[in-house]
């Protein structure tokens, strides 16, 4: 009897088992549809098919029984079930860390109770990510300011952010336009990311037209930045810091986070605390230390050829070699 194959996580879009690519050939050779194939083992044909592309939800044991009597039945053998084939290296989906959970916490909550929410973090912590990603849900508006951006192009910004129609009236008459839409649109939540370049002790003019937008609309508003953004709201700009619902203060990812991060790779241990130092050391360590190191890794990888897939051992001296020309 071959060997039961456990239950595996859904990894990378699923990936099939020896035995899945065995019976593929054997279906190949025969002619054979994944309907027919269904028919001949018992089985339904949508849990024939996740299992053939590695995605089968549950306990495998009793399809992969039948999958085996079927191979043995036309005169093969079977070999051991539960193995993968050694897939590419990909990079990990989105990762539920503190920070990220809580900026999205803050950003539902703005949303649904048309809140005003703070979230400050150093560069590299994840905030920029988290916040793309959550601005890919309906009816949220995301903006990502810079030092160069005037009144105007603020403006401009947020019309384009919502699909509005570039106007050529004034400020007043723009900002309007983007309240009037909030109001005939409720529900829409709309985030400011690198805001504390829009804040000088000289000019606070673009940070209360977000304030007119928020306060004459039915909208949620998120402002983010680094740190220094929170002492910037609370020295020039009292009536936004007094109008705040929700704040969140990222802390960065701890050493089970980056486990997590990484959980898909074949890293060794003394890897893993290279790995961990880049997110969590105190004078650099972020988020995008670990995830640029990450990338380098996987692009020495490649150019090492098509053998290095999902079982190859990452070790600290691979890391080293793929961050020769980085600056850490």
């Not at 070790?315 to 600056?327: C, H, V, Y």
Request: charged residues 25%.
């Amino acid at each position: 009897m071959a060997e039961t194959a456990t239950l595996y996580p859904i990894h990378g879009g699923g990936t099939p088992t020896a035995l899945a690519i065995q019976v593929k050939s054997l279906m190949d050779e025969k002619g054979m549809t994944i309907t027919e194939l269904a028919k001949a083992i018992n089985y339904s044909r949508p849990a024939l098919s996740q299992y053939l592309s590695g995605k089968y939800p549950s306990d495998p044991t009793e399809i992969e029984q039948a999958i085996t009597a079927f191979i043995v039945a036309n005169g093969g053998e079977v070999a051991a079930t539960s193995e993968r084939v050694n897939e590419p290296l990909a990079k990990p989906g989105f990762i539920e860390s503190r920070d990220a959970t809580a900026i999205i916490g803050a950003c539902q909550a703005c949303q649904e109770f048309t809140g005003l929410g703070i979230v400050v973090g150093k560069s590299g912590f994840g905030k920029t990510y988290t916040l793309k990603y959550y601005a890919k849900l309906p009816k949220v508006a995301y903006i990502e300011c810079d030092d160069t951006m005037g009144q105007r192009d603020l403006v401009k910004a947020i019309e384009k952010a919502l699909g509005l129609p570039i106007s050529y009236g004034t400020i007043w008459e723009r900002v309007n336009g983007i309240r009037e839409f909030f109001n005939v649109n409720p529900g829409y939540l709309l985030i400011i990311d690198e805001a504390d370049k829009l804040v000088s002790k000289y000019s606070q003019k673009k940070m209360e037209i977000l304030r007119s937008i928020f306060d004459q609309s039915d909208v949620g508003l998120i402002i983010a930045g680094e740190p220094k953004l929170e002492a910037q709201i609370k020295s020039y700009i009292t009536r936004f810091a007094n109008r705040v619902d929700f704040y969140v203060s990222l802390k960065g990812l701890t050493p089970d986070e980056v486990r997590r991060f990484l959980a898909s790779y074949n890293f060794d241990e003394e890897a893993i605390q290279e790995m961990i130092v880049r997110a969590t050391n105190p004078k650099n360590g972020c988020f995008r230390l670990l995830d640029r190191t990450l990338n380098n890794v996987l692009r020495r990888l490649k150019v090492l050829g098509e053998g290095a897939g999902s079982t190859t051992v990452i070790t600290a001296d691979l890391i080293a070699k793929a961050s020769n020309m980085m600056m850490l």
